[in-house]
Structure formats: C-alpha cells, structure tokens
C-alpha cells in the first residue's frame, strides 16, 4: 500500500477563473466640453479603459483630468487635428485604438448615461455581436423629442425593415456597444453620418446578431451643436440604400405586393 504525504494547500492547482473581457469607452468630444468631468465619474467599474476623442476646430486639453482618483485609465487623441480631418475618420480611429475586447460609444453632451453600460455588456457576453440603445421600447425614453425627428425616424425605420428584414425599433440613437473585430467589417465615413445609425446599418448589412436594450436619452447639457434633421436624415437614408443586401430590393417588393394582396 503506497500511503502518498499529505498536500499543502499551496500545492493544489488554482482553479481556473474565467477573466471578465476588457470594455473600451469611446466618447467623441467636441472641442472642451464642460461636463466631461462629470460624464466620467459616472462610468461605471466594468469599464477598462477610457478614449476621449477630440475633434472641432477649438484648443484641446493637453490631458483629461477627472476628479475621481478611482477613473478608469483615459487615453486622449486628437486625430485629424491641423490636417483636415473628417468627423467620420476622426471617431472611426478612435475606435480602432481601443483595446477592449468589447466597445461601447458614446456621446459627450450628456444625453446619454453610463450608468447603462453594463446592461448592454451583459447582452455582448451573453452572446450578441451588436448592442444598441432603443429609446422606443419599454423601459426607453427620450423626454423633448423632436415631433420632426420622430416622424424622419419612423419612415427610416420602414426603409430598414424593406430592405433588411429585421425589425428594430430605433436606428438613429448613437448609443451602443459591440465585439471590437466588428471595426474590421467598418469602412470610413468622412461625409459625417452619424456614427451611431452608419453602424447599425453595417451590423444588419453583415448579419450580425443585434440586441436592443432600453435607454433614457437625457436633454444634452454639454453641447450646443444643433441637429440638423433633414440634413441627417437624407445622409442615413443614403447610407440604408448603399448598405442594402442585394436582395434588399427583392424583398422589399415581395413584401409591398403581399401588403397589397392582403387588403
């Protein structure tokens, strides 16, 4: 009989703890905005790594400097400054600094709350390739919203529904998050459509699996560029209409003939 000597408890193989993925904020900044501070504290902790992204044609900060000691690490760049950089270039290589497995953007003028960020990294690890904010379903809001804008958005959402067959509830809110390999699948847009619909677009274009979770959308405080709604619109309809599968026009004829057989 081999009696084997008694283990410390140091011997024992650790067991093995799956690591949590790594979360990169991006936030595009216009210029100073006065409220950045405050937008940083409230990131919550899964967050790994902060980008601030500066663009505009007004003196960038030579470095962020949040008040909480506990912020996660920020990293400052200042792309396309002094050279003609494009909005669409400048956030596009903001996010390709990033370094987390998973990305969230979003915007600096305070509408949108960090706070939410773990329901959205929830969904990425439960499986999901694309996460984005819907201020249209239970749970979502977006107090003050344009009668306008509303209208635009709901015959862009029927644009998309033809000619992508999936049926989202909110395609123009800029808040969202995805697996960082998406940025490989994602062409530069410097005719400044909105980063947040031009990726959507890209995410039904490559069939990716999309998760819509509810957001609040606050009133801005921090920003006073005005939404121009005609003008953004127009650009995300074209960006819908370049994207579009090659039997996105197929299906939306099939789909305008069924209506009209059934009534």
């Known amino acids: ?130 996460v984005k904010g819907s201020r249209f379903i239970a749970g979502g809001d977006s107090p003050g919203y344009p009668l306008a804008r509303r209208a635009g958005h709901r015959a862009l959402l029927s644009v998309a529904r033809l000619l992508y067959g999936q049926r989202l509830t909110d395609i123009w809110y800029g808040f969202c998050a995805f697996r960082r390999d998406f940025l490989r699948l994602l062409p530069l847009r410097p005719d400044g459509v909105e980063p947040g619909a031009w990726m959507v677009v890209h995410a039904l274009h490559y069939g990716l699996r999309i998760a819509e979770v509810p957001s609040v959308e606050l009133p801005r405080r921090f920003d006073t560029y005005r939404l121009r709604t005609l003008h953004d619109g127009w650009r995300i309809l074209w960006v819908l209409l370049a994207e579009r599968p090659r039997n996105g026009l197929a299906r939306a004829v099939r789909t305008h003939r069924r209506r009209r057989a059934e009534t």
Do not use: K
Request: glycine share 12%; proline share 12%.
């Open 1 to 130: 009989m081999i009696i084997h000597p008694l283990r410390r408890a140091t011997d024992r193989p650790a067991p093995v703890v799956a690591a949590r993925p790594t979360v990169s904020l991006v936030i595009p900044v216009r210029d100073e905005s006065p409220g950045l501070d405050q937008l940083l504290r409230e990131v919550p902790g899964c967050v790994g790594e902060i980008v601030l992204v500066y663009h505009g044609p007004g003196p960038h900060p030579a470095s962020p400097a949040p008040s909480s000691a506990a912020a996660p690490r920020i990293r400052r760049i200042c792309p396309g400054v002094g050279s003609g950089g494009e909005a669409g270039e400048i956030i596009h290589e903001g996010l390709r600094v990033a370094v987390g497995e998973f990305v969230v953007l979003i915007d600096a003028d305070g509408s949108m709350r960090p706070g939410e960020i773990p329901h959205y990294v929830h969904y990425l690890e439960s499986g999901y390739d694309f």
